[in-house]
């Protein structure tokens, strides 16, 4: 069965600092993708970054960064430079080729930003 | 910009009644997904639904069912509505393809069982 875990429940950062969100994952398909949403206090899930798991350059958007270690089933968030409005509810997913596109989420990291 | 509109942002109703919770995205995505998020759990798929009249058992469906009658309207059915029941709704789209299409969320709707 695939799984998707984070073991941080709750993370906090300074403003103008790097955090780093965790995510692991169990699965037996060679070809699939991994996703970090953000769900702010508004509710609406927002696609941070995704990155397939062919690929072995590890994906950017921005201030966001993943550190895709396949071997090791890892797959963490690396926020540079936070801001207020990086404050949210992190999510890592993971989806696999012939499933359509269904996710399979994590708990979820609660990420505060103190000023 | 995709659309994924859910009819209520809040819905308190009684148990044991029968609760429809509704779906309408805009952007003509073949598929649509109802998850449960409860706080610890993360999201957890309840059906999903690859085109009109179809549908897919997620990883948590007793309780409920769906119906999609339009490709744009996706509906969650709770047939006798249980407090155990009470938690965020959300309801998401994509298009067909591999899996890396990104699926696109609606806000939410929190329905309390009393």
């Known amino acids: 069965a695939q799984t998707v875990t984070q073991s941080q429940p709750e993370m906090s950062v300074q403003e103008a600092e790097t955090v780093t969100l965790s995510c692991t994952y169990d699965?037996?398909?060679?070809?699939?993708?991994l996703f970090w949403y953000k769900q702010p206090p508004s509710r609406q899930m927002i696609l941070v970054i995704r990155?397939?798991?062919?690929?072995?350059q590890n994906a950017t958007e921005n201030r966001f960064s993943v550190n895709f270690q396949k071997a090791a089933k890892s797959f963490s968030l690396k926020i540079s430079d936070s801001q207020l409005g990086d404050a949210a509810m992190y999510f890592c997913?993971?989806?696999?080729?012939?499933?359509?596109?269904?996710?399979?989420f994590g708990e979820g990291t609660q990420l505060t930003v103190n000023p | 910009d995709v659309k994924v509109t859910q009819s209520s942002r809040y819905l308190v109703k009684r148990t044991g009644e029968k609760v429809f919770l509704e779906c309408v995205q805009d952007?003509?995505?073949?598929?649509m997904f109802w998850y449960r998020q409860d706080p610890g759990l993360g999201l957890r798929l309840i059906y999903f639904?690859?085109?009109?009249?179809?549908?897919e058992k997620g990883d948590i469906p007793e309780g409920y069912s769906v119906s999609r009658e339009k490709k744009e309207r996706f509906s969650l059915i709770l047939e006798s509505a249980s407090t155990n029941q009470t938690s965020m709704y959300l309801c998401?789209?994509?298009?067909?393809?591999?899996?890396?299409?990104?699926?696109?969320f609606g806000d939410g709707t929190r329905l309390s069982i009393l």
């Open positions: 990155q397939e798991a062919y690929k072995q």
């Open positions: 639904s690859y085109d009109v009249k179809m549908k």
């Open positions: 699965t037996s398909e060679s070809d699939y993708y």
């Open positions: 952007m003509d995505h073949e598929n």
């Open positions: 998401a789209s994509s298009l067909k393809g591999s899996g890396n299409q990104p699926q696109h």
């Open positions: 997913a993971y989806t696999w080729e012939t499933s359509g596109s269904r996710l399979t």
